[in-house]
């Protein structure tokens, strides 16, 4: 079984920074994409940026340019950080991270974190 522990959420004035982190933990035998999913009230979760195994990222348009997706594969972490932030980004962000498990079955999973809250307002 696999677990996911974020952090880093909180209340920033518009313009300023945070930076997230999700740890994946438990039985694990290689993680492949990770990703950073948010959804604010009224709204359909949506993809904000993700990783590959080997490194490469996509970002949703509306983030490129002030977030940045990264990983240490030796943590089994991943991180956003997150700049010049705008009230619109107001949500509950979520991880994702899709690999496979360890022995003895090593089977494929899928799982979400907590979801942390990243509220942008003065």
């Known amino acids: 079984q696999v677990q996911l522990v974020e952090s880093g959420g909180g209340l920033v004035q518009p313009g300023g920074s945070l930076r997230l982190s999700c740890a994946a933990s438990?039985?694990?035998?290689?993680?492949?994409?990770m990703g950073w999913y948010r959804q604010a009230p009224g709204k359909q979760r949506e993809l904000v940026a993700a990783?590959?195994?080997?490194?490469?990222?996509n970002y949703a348009d509306s983030v490129k340019g002030r977030f940045t997706i990264s990983r240490d594969n030796a943590k089994n972490t991943m991180y956003l950080q997150m700049n010049s932030l705008k009230p619109e980004d107001t949500a509950v962000y979520y991880c994702?991270?899709?690999?496979?498990?360890?022995?003895?079955?090593?089977?494929?999973?899928?799982?979400w974190g907590q979801g942390t809250l990243v509220t942008v307002s003065s």
């Open positions: 994702n991270v899709a690999g496979v498990g360890g022995a003895p079955f090593f089977r494929n999973f899928e799982v």
């Open positions: 438990g039985s694990i035998f290689r993680i492949n994409t």
């Open positions: 990783i590959t195994s080997g490194g490469s990222t």
